[in-house]
């Protein structure tokens, strides 16, 4: 079964603008992590946040993670063509084998 | 490349047929996980392994799928009987796990099974 959800499900943004997108979860959790999927292909991981951390940065992406609310987002700036894809959220827990637990996603598209 | 390399990348067959797909992970990774992932929807969790050992199996995983990662390095994941409600992209992933839990999973471009 999936963690939790993501909002919104679809996005549509000009290129240059930012792209936002929520991702909330049920259960205690040690880390949570992003994901990017081009259609058809594998998950390209992006960042992980721990548990215990409330923001991080990677080039163009922000993620913050408030573990009162059981909730995260990925905040992509500067958004460009080829980050079209679709988003995902994964939890994970050490008790459970790091096992992921995924949201539905959201579907990304940046219009040039 | 050293990433996740998984074969096939798609197959088509018929309904009642067995199909077997192989993950070979990143070099040294000891865990190995399967996922499940229908069209629209998130990857959900089938099974993993420690180093040979498989650790946990999801309640998805009927008595029709099985597992195997023989030496500790590439995987193989087994569908007896095929149904249709098996289509689906099969995805591997793998992580690191020495004593440091905090690892990203590396995913493989999966294998896509369509079932007629």
């Known amino acids: 079964s999936q963690q939790g959800e993501e909002d919104p499900q679809a996005l549509s943004i000009q290129e240059g603008e930012n792209a936002t997108m929520n991702c909330s979860y049920k259960t205690s959790i ?15 991981h992006l960042i992980l946040i721990r548990s215990n951390e409330r ?12 573990t009162s609310k059981k909730s995260s987002s990925l905040l992509i700036t ?35 | 490349d050293t990433g996740v ?28 996980y399967w996922y499940r992932q229908t069209l629209g929807q998130g990857p959900e969790f089938l099974t993993y392994f420690q180093n040979e050992a498989q650790l946990e199996k999801s309640r998805l995983l009927s008595d029709r799928f099985s597992a ?15 149904e249709q409600g098996d289509s689906a992209m099969y995805l591997c992933a793998s992580s690191a796990f020495a004593g440091a839990p905090n690892q990203p999973q590396h995913f493989g471009d999966g294998t896509r099974l369509s079932i007629l």
């Open chain 1, 78 to 112: 500067a958004s460009r063509a080829a980050d079209t894809a679709s988003y995902f959220c994964a939890t994970d827990a050490w008790a459970a084998g790091n096992k992921l637990t995924f949201g539905g996603g959201t579907r990304v598209l940046v219009k040039p």
């Open chain 1, 55 to 66: 923001e991080k940065h990677s080039g163009r992406l922000r993620v913050t993670l408030d």
């Open chain 2, 68 to 82: 195997e990662r023989p030496k500790g390095s590439f995987s193989t994941l087994e569908i007896q009987r095929t």
């Open chain 1, 30 to 44: 040690n880390n949570l992590q992003w994901y990017r999927q081009n259609s058809g292909r594998g998950l390209v």
């Open chain 2, 5 to 32: 390399s998984q074969d096939p990348r798609h197959k088509i067959t018929k309904r009642g047929q067995n199909v077997t797909f192989r993950c070979d992970p990143i070099s040294e990774h000891n865990r190995l």
